[in-house]
């Protein structure tokens, strides 16, 4: 351990510092093994020690210790992102924050919390004492945390009502320290908020979130088969356009992922068949049911509250969103995945033609989200993967016709997003964060600014195998 860490790591000694090795590399890794290229790269990263703030002013201390000793601090929730962003490239301290996890209040409308509460803890605390639920979650509900959602997700289960997590409304308010030689506890709303929300921690540390919450209901989830694709596709896009169903999920899973990956499902359906996952409201049944019968190409396979299955499926969220891929993974070690943005209004057109094209390399799961209004699909494709060059040759096909891809197999705020820099974040990280001391490694533009995009970006600073 490098003299100037060690020295960091004596002067937090009096907080929760761990002290397992294993249980160091435990906490320094995410769930970056979901793509290869990735795995290749990043499965020997390691923090150099691992502390658990209980409070802010803790967060302060570390945060203000780490900068004079020129350490380096990645902060981690639960460690269930996809695509490396808790990582610790360039060793030094991982903060994590599980002991900030206290819902401080609910209002009508809104709760307020910490950031380590678990996303499915916080649900549970604003549906027993006010009868509301978070408006949107991961579908690792039961594992990742409300301030790894923000700074790491992009969306998710109820995303198909009320859109993209940085949406307007959708966050309310965010407190962050800032990594400076006395930190500073600042107060985001607003325009204001895309500065930090999904930054990874590049900028700033996430103490207290705000969220706006809906009523709480009892939702009854469903499986939907179609012997069509483009059919299931178009069977969901309709049931989100009709505004007076409530729904929470519509996922559309090509064949023959449910067969094949869905260990519950298979008895119920065969190799050929397509699959619709949904959550609907309850009081929206008889609307529901009146557009099902509308609907000859679908046939209702599964109900929550009408149950004759032996082997229950569980929740229907978790056969969606990136639970997929983990399906999926568990029995075929090859798959990996993809995320695209099918845009309205060119959405099935676009997921005709490259179904066409890639099927059955890639197959096709689809998620309902809606943007500005507008019901449209976002990708996260099981692909079955043979080499980097040819999975970086789908990148490009999906790229070539028109689809957005949010790539999972890089690391950089910007490789995974629109390949561009997000000023916002670049201007308030050389404010908040003037050693470039924050989860480095993660935002190009703060290391090269002149960095092209036509490979991978290597970071110059991660720890070397050893």
């Known amino acids: 351990m490098k ?11 009096h907080l929760d510092i761990e002290t397992s090795a294993a249980a160091i590399k435990s906490k320094s890794r995410d769930f970056f093994w979901y793509s290869p290229v990735l795995k290749a790269r990043l499965d020997h990263v390691e923090a150099d020690f691992v502390v658990s703030p209980r409070t802010e002013a803790e967060v302060i201390e570390i945060l203000r210790v780490c900068y004079a000793h020129d350490v380096p601090v990645t902060t981690r929730g639960a460690g269930t992102g996809n695509y490396g962003q808790a990582m610790p490239l360039a060793g030094g ?4 924050l599980r002991h900030m996890d206290k819902v401080r209040a609910v209002h009508p409308g809104r709760v307020i919390v910490e950031p380590g509460c678990l996303l499915k803890d916080l649900d549970a605390h604003c549906i027993a004492h006010s ?10 509900w039961a594992t990742a945390t409300i301030g790894g959602f923000i700074a790491g997700g992009s969306g998710g289960v109820g995303s198909c009502t009320w859109g993209s997590l940085r949406d307007p409304g959708n966050i309310i308010r965010l407190r962050v320290v800032t ?5 500073r506890v600042l107060e985001f709303r607003g325009e204001e908020l895309a500065r930090v929300s999904h930054a990874y921690g590049t900028n700033g540390i996430i103490t207290e979130i705000e969220m706006p919450l809906a009523p709480a209901y009892d939702w009854v989830q469903m499986f939907v088969t179609c012997e069509d694709f483009m059919a299931a596709t178009r069977f ?3 049931l989100a356009n009709h505004d007076g169903i409530l729904i929470k999920l519509a996922s559309v899973f090509e064949a023959p992922v449910a067969f094949e990956f869905f260990q519950r499902v298979r008895p119920h359906v065969d190799a050929g068949q397509h699959l619709v996952a949904l959550m609907v409201a309850p009081h929206s049944m008889d609307g529901f049911l009146t557009f099902l019968g509308r609907r000859p190409e679908a046939r209702l396979l599964w109900r929550s509250d009408d149950n004759d299955w032996p082997r229950q499926p569980g929740p229907v969220f978790e056969y969606g969103w990136n639970h997929t891929t983990l399906r999926a993974l568990k029995v075929d070690p090859s798959i990996t995945y993809l995320q695209v943005r099918y845009g309205y209004p060119q959405h099935l057109e676009l997921i005709e033609k490259l179904r066409d094209a890639l099927s059955p390399e890639v197959l096709q799961h689809l998620e309902v989200l809606r943007e500005n209004g507008k019901v449209m699909f ?4 099981l692909v079955r993967f043979t080499t980097e060059a040819r999975l970086d040759e789908i990148v490009r096909m999906h790229e070539d016709a028109g689809a957005m891809i949010f790539n999972p197999h890089r690391y950089t705020l910007e490789e995974g997003g629109r390949q561009t820099v997000d000023d916002r974040q670049l201007a308030f990280k050389r404010e908040a964060d003037p050693k470039g001391l924050l989860n480095p490694g993660k935002m190009i533009a703060w290391d090269d600014p002149d960095f092209g995009f036509e490979r991978m970006y290597a970071y110059p600073g ?3 195998a050893e």
């Open 3 to 13: 003299d100037n860490v060690a020295a960091a790591k004596a002067a937090l000694s």
């Open 93 to 96: 301290c991982v903060m994590h």
């Open 131 to 140: 009868g509301q639920e978070i408006r949107m979650f991961s579908s690792t």
């Open 179 to 183: 990594m400076e030689q006395t930190p």
């Open 236 to 238: 969901a896009e309709d």
């Open 378 to 381: 976002a990708g996260l494709s």
């Open 462 to 464: 991660m720890q070397a």
